[in-house]
């Protein structure tokens, strides 16, 4: 299979690397020589240390880097069975870039973008065979998360669907189909580990420090939720929730926090700037602060399981609200959960753990104390502790 790439950054370069790797014949387009001279650089590196690491030999080091081709003008992937655009999150720089890949390709090319939370509807309306675009997103390192969320457009083929699910499953990946809905999956149930952690802050209930713990020692996550969002900069992160809480027509559920805005606009960027939530050294750690905490262990723990528990469900209420309203099927949920964004368990299996009844009762204890639509429990979730369901039975 002949492969087309459009953009050799982080995303780019990983996904060349994932479908070389499967044996297909690729081609990495950039527009900036220096960009293509960098992702060769970058992905001798990269095989070198798996070498080193015995996890692959020389020769399967050479055969992967031998299916790579750089090249920088579209007209260079007309060969192409299907191309995927991982560039800029600019809506009218991509249909330009369709647009334009169209009159190049063949009418069987599968024309595929990368986005993380732009329309695909408005992506495929840039082309004149709507039918053959279809969102693909890869999550970062894409050779090493498992999760590519799929994303039919209403102009997207079943044909097309089928056979971009098959490829994927063929690169060895685990496919979660999703509704084109603002985030997909896990961009949209993601949100409240965020912004229910920022709210808490800013509600002056616990600092960075004893929110990230809570959230790692009874929740199993491997980084809190300021770590985290100071390992993707906080630039990003909050654009995207901006972004997302737009898509919703101002959905208070997905609503930013001026706390990560102003991190933002400050230049606390995360580990990137050496500054965010935490403080980073020379290479990269988090320079712990000192502990201000004068509770009781006894007080200590109730905080962080107060914490938790809060957290977590408004996270699975946004997961059963997702299935609720069709953006994909329970196991895609819990599967994008795990496998996109390292979720210790699905968030639909962690609600049979907990109990619907729990959930329920959590959510309406929120709501009650605070009145806000933020707070509103899902209607799934109502309608399953009445009638005693549980989700895959």
């Not at 996904?15 to 081609?27: E, F, H, L, P, Y």
Request: aromatic fraction near 10%; proline fraction near 3%.
């Amino acid at each position: 299979m002949k492969v087309g790439i459009i953009g050799s950054g982080t995303m780019g370069s990983g996904i060349a690397q994932v479908t070389a790797t499967s044996g297909c014949q690729v081609k990495l387009y950039d527009t900036n020589q220096q960009a293509l001279d960098k992702a060769k650089v970058a992905l001798e590196n990269i095989l070198s240390r798996l070498v080193a690491k015995e996890r692959i030999d020389e020769s399967e080091k050479t055969r992967i880097q031998n299916n790579i081709s750089y090249v920088d003008t579209l007209k260079d992937l007309s060969d192409s069975d299907i191309t995927i655009e991982a560039i800029v999150e600019n809506l009218e720089i991509k249909k330009k870039v369709f647009s334009e890949l169209e009159t190049f390709v063949s009418d069987d090319c599968i024309i595929a973008s990368n986005t993380s939370s732009l329309s695909i509807a408005s992506i495929a309306a840039s082309l004149k065979k709507p039918e053959r675009c279809i969102g693909i997103h890869f999550f970062n390192p894409a050779p090493l998360m498992k999760l590519v969320e799929v994303i039919p457009a209403i102009q997207t083929s079943k044909e097309v669907l089928e056979m971009s699910t098959k490829i994927i499953t063929d690169w060895k990946k685990t496919v979660a189909v999703a509704k084109d809905t603002p985030g997909f999956i896990v961009n949209r149930v993601a949100r409240p580990f965020y912004g229910e952690a920022l709210r808490i802050y800013e509600e002056g209930i616990a600092d960075f420090v004893t929110i990230d713990n809570s959230l790692k020692t009874i929740g199993g996550f491997r980084m809190g939720p300021f770590e985290l969002m100071d390992f993707i900069g906080n630039d990003v992160n909050y654009t995207v929730t901006e972004t997302v809480f737009t898509a919703f027509y101002f959905d208070p559920r997905y609503k930013p926090a001026f706390t990560q805005k102003r991190f933002a606009e400050a230049g606390y960027l995360g580990r990137k700037s050496g500054k965010g939530y935490y403080n980073y050294d020379e290479k990269g750690a988090i320079v712990v602060p000192s502990s201000k905490v004068t509770q009781s262990a006894v007080e200590e723990s109730k905080l962080a399981q107060k914490i938790f528990d809060r957290v977590l469900v408004m996270l699975i209420n946004e997961a059963a609200d997702a299935l609720f309203m069709n953006v994909a099927s329970a196991e895609d949920i819990d599967n994008a959960m795990t496998k996109g964004v390292n979720y210790p368990k699905g968030l639909l299996a962690w609600a049979n753990e907990k109990g619907i009844d729990w959930c329920v009762s959590k959510m309406d204890e929120l709501y009650n104390e605070y009145h806000e639509d933020r707070y509103r429990c899902s209607p799934l979730l109502r309608r399953m502790s009445r009638e005693d369901l549980r989700f895959f039975d």
